[in-house]
């Protein structure tokens, strides 16, 4: 009896742990972009119930610094992304997808989300600069609607967003 509930305890220890130990901060951020993207375009859908996600692809690179530096207005900001004190990077994520239009016929589709990021995985800044939904280019005022970047706390909420990173990689979602 003893030694069944040290076999459970150790499995629940395993449990809890392993996305800390088989996942990154990196893979983690890249997690919570990915699913920002895919619940943006589900709610761009007539019958979002539908949508399923069939494949996403995210690439985070090094940004172009001046490029960065001219979409903030704060001088202090500017200046720390131009001289390397805050890293600036860019993330693209694509993601193929199915869903049924309103008369129940199934549809593939594509989502393109690029964002800025502003310091290191797990502790960087965030923002959207573009959302592209079968080649249409959402607006603005839809990207503000569709996307509360807080509700996905892309760094604080790590230990969610590594599980999720590893539920992605199971369902073979993400390459």
Do not use: H, W
Request: net charge positive.
């Amino acid at each position: 009896m003893k030694r069944n509930s040290i076999i459970i305890v150790v499995i629940f220890i395993i449990a809890v742990a392993s996305p800390f130990l088989l996942t990154s901060k990196g893979d983690a951020e890249k997690a919570a972009l990915i699913s920002l993207c895919s619940d943006m375009t589900k709610g761009m859908m007539k019958s979002p119930g539908s949508y399923i996600m069939d494949f996403a692809k995210i690439n985070v690179k090094d940004g172009n610094t001046e490029e960065g530096a001219n979409g903030y207005k704060s001088a202090s900001v500017k200046n720390a992304i131009l001289s390397g004190e805050m890293p600036y990077r860019v993330a693209d994520v694509l993601i193929n997808y199915e869903s049924k239009n309103q008369f129940g016929v199934s549809l593939a589709g594509n989502a393109y989300c690029r964002y800025s990021m502003i310091g290191s995985a797990g502790s960087a800044s965030y923002k959207i600069l573009s959302v592209n939904i079968n080649d249409m280019n959402l607006s603005e005022i839809d990207i503000m609607s569709l996307s509360d970047l807080r509700q996905y706390k892309i760094n604080e909420n790590s230990y969610f967003n590594r599980i999720k990173y590893l539920l992605y990689k199971i369902k073979q979602l993400v390459n």
